[in-house]
């Protein structure tokens, strides 16, 4: 058997189609598969390889821990120097509130762990998401899904959330003294890229202020960078009282994140002690990987140029069958009539050496989320072929 039935036989599979690329090499904006065929990423990973992929810094780093240490005791215990700089790193290019991290080992595990520390800390139980949002997969996060066809096969879910409408006046209404929590995605991504209204969020904040409750801002898809400043939180004039981080942060090797202040964080250590732990989370492999990725990101200034190369993105992708593109820097959903165009797009594309795909909650929209090292000619090339892609199919 080859390696592609193998994978189909023995690897569990997350849907009746993959693409079952047998991909052997990535570089840089690059992907190469099997037969020396390469790939033009559009989506990084889904937002995971801000950096590009195989970034030396990071190839680097990742080589040097290995061979310090590798895991060495369940986290928290031991003083674990890339933990501690890649800590302080974060803290110190956050607002002052934003000074303790939880390393967890995805942004899924983030959520739970956010979950838990307002609930531990506000001693309170409701929790509010809102419609169209993403914050992972697992039992807790799949209950904050803003979809009730991904959640219904798994119920009975969490007690106590309600789902809300994003960027809606009415909603904030909702929140009271009885909500442990507000948790929205600062930008609202598997919806299709929708950013809110700086008025609304930053009534959102007041009113968490108000009643108490906690705000967790989701910045695991666009955190790092990704749209246009390092944090999306800071075009809004707002500050969290909980970040998720996840994706970017581990450059390419697994890692999240939920960082609070010292004070609501310690609230984790006692009754019960060891109110949440992890076994792997910041693993320090993953951690040297995300503080060289952070420090390249900062060193490169790989985030100058992201608002000028989204603009360049709308400003070629102009068709009579797309219907919108929404852009927050290098987020960018393409909207067509319906899924079955964009399919058929997403499939050109990928035949002809792009890798793009389209949104949990807007399967009409084509995803492009690229590394940020994205060139002015790449752009142009990865348009000419998603316009060669809806006329070939059209």
């Known amino acids: 058997m080859n390696n592609r039935q193998l994978f189909l036989q023995h690897v569990a599979q997350t849907s009746d189609a993959p693409l079952a690329i047998e991909m052997v090499k990535a570089s840089g904006m690059y992907m190469e598969d099997a037969q020396g065929k390469q790939y033009l990423d559009l989506i990084a990973g889904i ?8 970034h030396p810094a990071v190839v680097k780093a990742i080589q040097e821990q290995a061979a310090s240490y590798m895991h060495l005791l369940v986290y928290g215990e031991f003083v674990q120097s890339p933990q501690v700089a890649y800590a302080k790193l974060l803290s110190d290019h956050l607002p002052e509130n934003l000074d303790c991290v939880y390393f967890t080992n995805s942004g899924s595990e983030a959520t739970e762990g956010a979950m838990k520390l307002a609930k531990r800390h506000t001693g ?42 994003y960027n809606s006046f009415e909603s904030i209404a909702q929140i009271t003294t009885r909500t442990a929590c507000v948790i929205a995605e600062t930008v609202q991504a598997e919806a299709g890229v929708h950013p809110p209204a700086k008025e609304w969020i930053q009534a959102l904040r007041k009113k968490c202020t ?25 075009q809004f004039g707002v500050v969290p009282d909980v970040l998720l981080l996840g994706k970017a942060l581990g450059a390419g090797m697994p890692l999240g994140a939920f960082i609070a202040s ?23 492999v ?3 990987a995300g503080m060289a990725g952070m420090k390249a990101l900062l060193a490169e200034q790989m ?16 068709h009579p069958s797309i219907k919108a593109v929404r852009c927050l820097g290098l987020m960018l959903a393409v909207e067509f009539d319906s899924f079955a165009v964009n399919k058929k797009v997403i499939d050109y594309c990928i035949a002809n050496g792009v890798i ?29 072929v998603i316009l060669q892609g809806i006329d070939a199919t059209a």
């Open 262 to 284: 010292k004070d609501i964080m310690w609230c984790l250590t006692n009754n019960p002690v060891l109110g949440h732990i992890t076994t792997f989370g910041g693993h320090p």
């Open 286 to 288: 993953n951690c040297a």
């Open 47 to 54: 937002s995971v390889c801000n950096v590009g992929h195989c």
């Open 356 to 384: 793009t795909d389209w949104f949990l909650f807007a399967p009409e929209c084509l995803r492009i989320v690229p590394p940020l090292i994205i060139s002015e000619a790449e752009i142009k090339h990865a348009c000419e």
């Open 124 to 165: 309170r139980t409701e929790i509010i998401a809102f419609k169209n949002s993403y914050h992972g997969s697992t039992q807790g996060s799949l209950s904050l899904i803003g979809d009730e066809y991904w959640r219904n096969a798994y119920r009975p879910l969490l007690p106590d959330v309600q789902h809300l409408s």
């Open 210 to 234: 108000e009643t108490g409750t906690l705000l967790v801002l989701d910045e695991i898809q666009c955190g790092l960078g990704r749209n246009g400043t390092l944090w999306a939180f800071e």
């Open 303 to 318: 985030i100058k140029d992201v608002a000028a190369k989204g603009a360049l993105f709308v400003s070629l992708l102009k």
